[in-house]
């Protein structure tokens, strides 16, 4: 993410990161999903893990599964297997199954069951 867009979370209500990781989990995380992350996305963990504030829930890598991004995307890929492999989860809106979704060159998606 470009640091405009990091400002700019960073001024929501409530905002908080959670476990800035290692550079090794990142890629970690890549292996398991079978892809690699955006470097936009790479650079968002990279700054805290992980997102909170304002109502807004980022997954990224943290040992808080609800948010973690490997955990998240291996669920929705089961609940939506039309999510193509090269995309993971970025946010579960949390309203009619919707995901907003990330590529590897950091095109975002949406897509819910169904209606991908």
């Known amino acids: 993410m470009n640091t405009e867009i990091l400002k700019l979370i960073g001024e929501l209500d409530d905002f908080f990161y959670l476990d800035q990781p290692e550079e090794e989990k990142i890629e970690i995380a890549e292996h398991e999903l079978g892809l690699t992350f955006s470097e936009e996305y790479k650079d968002y963990v990279r700054t805290g893990g992980a997102i909170c504030g304002g109502g807004i829930e980022l997954t990224g890598?943290?040992?808080?599964?609800?948010?973690?991004?490997v955990?998240?995307?291996k669920k929705e890929r089961v609940l939506n297997p039309l999510i193509p492999n090269n995309m993971y989860v970025v946010e579960v809106v949390g309203i009619d199954r919707m995901v907003v979704l990330?590529?590897?060159?950091?095109?975002?998606?949406?897509?819910?069951p169904g209606l991908y």
Do not use: H, K, M, S
């Open 61 to 69: 890598i943290t040992d808080f599964e609800r948010l973690n991004v």
């Open 71 to 73: 955990a998240v995307t």
């Open 102 to 112: 990330q590529d590897e060159t950091g095109v975002i998606y949406t897509a819910q």
